[in-house]
């Protein structure tokens, strides 16, 4: 039976803006923390047309993306052949070579990748079928069209409330940097896709989870409703950034000031340094294959 419309898309009044609806600027979570990290970085991925050629593909993003792909996999298969060995499985026949120093080395993380996620599934054996595997979610606020790809919703009976399910936002993570007990509260994607589910599906939806594939550690938030809203107004507030950006861009082209370089340690890691005076300053390109070698890679720009 479908939840009472107590949603916090439903009740943002933060987000209400007076007057003719604007618009509706459509983004994406990865749109909004571009913007973040980086005006000029930002400008080169979503603005500039045609877009400038990033740097091939680094290891580290051809792991996740093989992790991704078979524990989304492994839904697929019949329900007794879900065992850890069959992620194994089809990590090592998914798995995309690319970005590593050789193919010795790539062979090493294919191994050592595949005995990880059957450890995850071994560890944190899933029970119920889940909602759905990499569902897109949408929401719509005042002026703003916010999409984005959740990893794995789960339905749970709820803990307050016995006999009631509810959702779960899980996000799967391969980087070698160990969880901050702070980032599943924190996250904003998380938040915009626990509101995204809560509003589609008309079901409460305040728990994200991060699922730390190497270690086989969860970490899991309860928002609530206010802390729901809170992420909501964050989002809607960079997105009014991104307007005027974007507005400026349009007039004023690569030369427009809003969208200036950000430099800092993270250009050693970006796919359009290339590209970028600035961010060559800060020191020799990280190799393709660093983030792996290491756990001090910048997480934002980690799968
Ligand atoms: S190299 Fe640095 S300053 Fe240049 S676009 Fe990338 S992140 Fe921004």
Same mark, same amino acid.
């Given at each position: 039976? &479908?939840?009472?419309?107590? *949603?916090?898309?439903?009740?943002?009044?933060?987000?209400?803006?007076?007057?003719?609806?604007?618009?509706?600027?459509? &983004? %994406?979570?990865?749109?909004?923390?571009?913007?973040?990290?980086?005006?000029?970085?930002?400008?080169?991925?979503?603005?500039?047309?045609?877009?400038?050629?990033?740097?091939?593909?680094?290891?580290?993003?051809?792991?996740?993306?093989?992790?991704?792909?078979?524990?989304? *996999?492994?839904?697929?298969?019949?329900?007794?052949?879900?065992?850890?060995?069959?992620?194994?499985?089809?990590?090592?026949?998914?798995?995309?070579?690319?970005?590593?120093?050789?193919?010795?080395?790539?062979?090493?993380?294919?191994?050592?990748?595949?005995?990880?996620?059957?450890?995850?599934?071994? &560890?944190?054996?899933?029970?119920?079928?889940?909602?759905?595997?990499?569902?897109?979610?949408?929401?719509?606020? *005042?002026?703003?069209?916010?999409?984005?790809?959740?990893?794995?919703? *789960?339905?749970?009976?709820?803990?307050? #409330?016995?006999?009631?399910?509810?959702?779960?936002?899980? #996000?799967?993570?391969?980087?070698?940097?160990?969880?901050?007990?702070?980032?599943?509260?924190? %996250?904003?994607?998380?938040?915009?896709?626990?509101?995204?589910?809560?509003?589609?599906?008309?079901?409460?939806?305040?728990?994200?989870?991060?699922?730390?594939?190497?270690?086989?550690?969860?970490? &899991?938030?309860?928002?609530?409703?206010?802390?729901?809203?809170?992420?909501?107004?964050?989002?809607?507030?960079?997105?009014?950034?991104?307007?005027?950006?974007?507005?400026?861009?349009?007039?004023?082209?690569?030369?427009?000031?809003?969208?200036?370089?950000?430099?800092?340690?993270?250009?050693?890691?970006?796919?359009?340094?290339?590209?970028?005076?600035?961010?060559?300053?800060?020191?020799?390109?990280?190799?393709?294959?660093?983030?792996?070698?290491?756990? #001090?890679?910048?997480?934002?720009?980690?799968?």
């Amino acid at each position: 039976m &479908a939840e009472p419309a107590a *949603d916090p898309v439903a009740g943002s009044s933060a987000l209400e803006l007076p007057g003719m609806p604007p618009r509706l600027y459509l &983004a %994406s979570p990865s749109r909004l923390l571009s913007w973040l990290t980086c005006p000029r970085q930002y400008r080169f991925a979503y603005l500039d047309r045609p877009r400038p050629t990033a740097r091939p593909q680094r290891a580290h993003t051809s792991l996740g993306i093989s992790v991704h792909n078979a524990l989304r *996999d492994w839904w697929t298969l019949d329900p007794a052949r879900r065992t850890p060995g069959e992620a194994a499985a089809l990590v090592r026949s998914g798995w995309i070579p690319v970005g590593y120093r050789d193919e010795g080395h790539s062979a090493h993380w294919r191994e050592r990748a595949a005995a990880e996620a059957a450890a995850y599934l071994a &560890a944190n054996p899933p029970t119920d079928e889940p909602v759905g595997t990499e569902r897109t979610v949408a929401v719509k606020l *005042d002026g703003l069209a916010l999409t984005g790809r959740v990893d794995r919703l *789960d339905a749970r009976l709820r803990t307050d #409330d016995p006999g009631r399910y509810e959702l779960v936002v899980v #996000d799967y993570k391969t980087s070698r940097r160990p969880l901050h007990p702070d980032d599943a509260r924190t %996250s904003l994607p998380l938040a915009l896709y626990a509101a995204a589910v809560w509003r589609m599906f008309r079901r409460r939806c305040v728990r994200v989870e991060l699922h730390h594939v190497p270690t086989g550690a969860v970490l &899991a938030h309860e928002h609530t409703e206010e802390s729901l809203r809170r992420k909501l107004a964050e989002a809607t507030s960079i997105a009014s950034d991104l307007r005027k950006a974007d507005a400026q861009y349009a007039e004023q082209g690569v030369d427009a000031p809003l969208l200036g370089p950000s430099p800092s340690p993270l250009c050693r890691w970006c796919d359009y340094r290339a590209h970028c005076p600035d961010g060559q300053q800060m020191g020799p390109e990280q190799s393709s294959w660093a983030a792996l070698d290491s756990d #001090d890679a910048p997480a934002s720009w980690e799968e």
